[in-house]
């Protein structure tokens, strides 16, 4: 850090610090719900979800690790957990045949729409039902602002104003 570089405010330091404790503590929260749920972590219900949310339940590997903000090793090593447990198959892309294509199972559907509610019922109860309509606008417009610094280019989120309330593979 530079002499130039501003120290943060009293009040920019408690919104900062609450941040980060807020991002740090919901991911395990959610974990835990998930867990009890349907036995998943919440980066496999990511996954599970991106491609009950694909056309035909299926998205290229690469794809489905740019959604999920994830490695291509990470993915393959989760998606194969997956797999073992009949939720997603793999196979090779009629379109490119070097690449790999990872296909949510019935089963894997079946589960989504079983395990979503649950999740829904957490994220209500960890975030949105503490907060006010008012609230709930404003943080909205906080986390647009920071994704537009974060992820310019839209690709772990498609743009917020196109996110509805969709239900499984909609």
Known sequence: MTSETPWLTPAELRAWLGLVTVAELLPARLDSQLQRDAGLTHFEYQVLAMLSEARDRTLRMSALAQRTNATLPRLSHVVRRLE??????RAPCAQDRRATN??????????????????VAAARALVVDALSAEQVAQLEELTRTMLLRLDPDGRLTPPLDEVGAPEPGR
């Open 84 to 89: 073992e447990r009949g939720l997603v198959e």
């Open 102 to 119: 990872a296909h949510l199972t019935d089963a894997g559907w079946d589960l989504v729409v079983r395990t979503a509610p649950g999740h």
